[in-house]
């Protein structure tokens, strides 16, 4: 039984109130704390008229404030932060939490507003802090990273003496009958599918131009789809505690449709994170394309067709060599029906929902700062299904890579 606050109330916000509400026997109240407050309240009165569920207080909070989020996380006094407003409050949040003395939990990497690069070194940094003060911090649990990264340990766990070989595939193969969105916050989504790509090989970083590995791939119930490596931050936790992985790549499926819309708005500055002056105004470029663009959050409705997404992993077991895949597909039309919000969102928030649920009921503890395939991956998997994230896995699979 516990109080938790979650600081987000995008799409994802949406989803982690949502299945918080389901399991009122472990989140007995809870707080959806965002910059916008007309947006938790959105989400805690659909709440209750879908669920019943009443015991959700609302709160405007900048959490760049690290003062004013102190206060409110001590007034609130939550067992934990489920933080899922941008990586760029990371670090201020992980702050505030150490102040008021709450566990935390993320399920992004921190990355600086003015530089896209994302990468753990900032988080890591804080492990003896969140020792010392005898608190949890866990780090990116939400599908990718997340339950990818425990799938992972599944297989390193269960499966493998070895695992040599780490193939994450991503696939989207839902149509929500826009020109063009992106699946999360727009900002964050082309920040990170821009840079170049990066893969690990023979214990270095290989990087590629973006977009410069192509190749199809078939996905469970989906079929073969275009699918481009790109770098992912769970390639950088992984290889860390996976040390046997010769080859950690990350490959994301994309239409033609929405590359050529990608490289228009390279092309024509739009994507830009450097200011720039509009009518004596200073913006950013794709501070405002955000702006412009639909919102994720809101792309639930009529949205049709299903996310696969899991592990091909390739290695030794008793000397012999093993293939296996462990997946999840899941229907943007059933994460709607149930939240209100698309399937991106959904395989984001179950696993954070879950995550908290880990620590709240003791099966993942210890102090310090950890990525979540550092935890055991068993108690997690038996739950996420009935969660709503049902996984599979195949031993001997035809892994095409
Ligand atoms: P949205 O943009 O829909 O929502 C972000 C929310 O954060 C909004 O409610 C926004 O408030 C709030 N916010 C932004 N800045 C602040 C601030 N300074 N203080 C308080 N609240 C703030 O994003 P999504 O819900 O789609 O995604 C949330 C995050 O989840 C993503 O940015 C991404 O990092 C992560 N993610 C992780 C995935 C995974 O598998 N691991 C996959 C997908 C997403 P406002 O409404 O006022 O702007």
């Given at each position: 039984?516990?109080?938790?606050?979650?600081?987000?109330?995008?799409?994802?916000?949406?989803?982690v109130a949502y299945k918080c509400a389901e399991y009122p026997e472990v989140f007995t109240e809870f707080m959806i704390a965002s910059r916008t407050q007309s947006k938790c309240d959105e989400i805690a009165a659909d709440?209750?008229?879908?669920?019943?569920?009443?015991?959700?207080?609302?709160?405007?909070?900048?959490?760049?404030?690290?003062?004013?989020?102190?206060?409110?996380?001590?007034?609130?006094?939550?067992?934990?932060?489920?933080?899922?407003?941008?990586?760029?409050?990371?670090?201020?949040?992980?702050?505030?939490?150490?102040?008021?003395?709450?566990?935390?939990?993320?399920?992004?990497?921190?990355?600086?507003?003015?530089?896209?690069?994302?990468?753990?070194?900032?988080?890591?940094a804080y492990q003896e802090k969140f020792k010392l003060a005898g608190l949890t911090a866990i780090l990116g649990c939400g599908f990718d990273p997340g339950v990818t990264s425990i799938f992972t340990a599944r297989a390193a766990t269960h499966f493998f003496d070895e695992i040599h070989y780490l193939d994450i595939v991503d696939a989207n193969a839902g149509d929500h009958g826009k020109?063009?969105?992106?699946?999360?916050?727009?900002?964050?989504?082309?920040?990170?599918?821009?840079?170049?790509g990066k893969?690990?090989?023979?214990?270095?970083?290989?990087?590629?131009?973006?977009?410069?590995?192509?190749?199809?791939?078939?996905?469970?119930?989906?079929?073969?789809?275009e699918s481009y490596v790109l770098y992912h931050e769970e390639l950088e936790s992984l290889v860390k505690h996976f040390p046997?992985?010769?080859?950690?790549?990350?490959?994301?499926?994309?239409?033609?449709?929405?590359?050529?819309h990608l490289r228009v708005i390279q092309n024509i500055g739009m994507a830009g994170i450097e200011p720039v002056m509009h009518k004596g105004v200073e913006i950013i470029p794709l501070e405002f394309l955000k702006t412009v663009l639909p919102d994720p959050g809101g792309l639930g409705e009529g949205y049709s067709g299903q996310t696969s997404i899991g592990c091909r992993i390739r290695g030794i077991k008793d000397g012999q060599e093993r293939t296996y895949y462990i997946?999840?597909?899941?229907?943007?039309?059933?994460?709607?029906?149930?939240?209100?919000?698309?399937?991106?969102?959904?395989?984001?928030?179950?696993?954070?929902?879950?995550?908290?649920?880990?620590?709240?009921?003791?099966?993942?503890?210890?102090?310090?700062?950890?990525?979540?395939?550092?935890?055991?991956?068993?108690?997690?998997?038996?739950?996420?299904?009935?969660h709503g994230l049902e996984w599979h896995e195949e031993v001997g699979a035809d892994l095409e890579l």
């Open positions: 039984m516990s109080r938790v606050m979650i600081i987000g109330a995008g799409g994802v916000g949406r989803v709440i209750k008229s879908d669920l019943g569920y009443d015991k959700i207080t609302t709160a405007a909070v900048d959490a760049e404030d690290v003062p004013a989020l102190t206060k409110l996380i001590k007034d609130y006094d939550p067992f934990m932060v489920i933080h899922v407003a941008l990586p760029y409050q990371d670090l201020t949040i992980m702050d505030a939490c150490l102040e008021a003395g709450v566990h935390y939990l993320d399920t992004a990497n921190y990355e600086p507003k003015e530089e896209a690069k994302f990468e753990y070194s900032h988080q890591w020109a063009f969105a992106t699946n999360f916050n727009p900002e964050i989504n082309i920040r990170e599918i821009t840079q170049p893969y690990w090989e023979n214990g270095k970083w290989v990087e590629i131009p973006a977009f410069s590995i192509r190749k199809d791939l078939t996905y469970p119930d989906i079929g073969p789809k046997t992985l010769k080859r950690a790549r990350f490959w994301m499926t994309f239409g033609d449709e929405y590359l050529t997946w999840n597909n899941c229907s943007h039309e059933r994460a709607y029906r149930e939240t209100r919000a698309q399937g991106v969102s959904y395989t984001t928030g179950v696993p954070a929902m879950t995550g908290a649920m880990m620590l709240i009921q003791g099966k993942w503890d210890g102090t310090g700062v950890y990525n979540v395939e550092q935890f055991n991956p068993d108690p997690f998997l038996e739950v996420l299904g009935k």
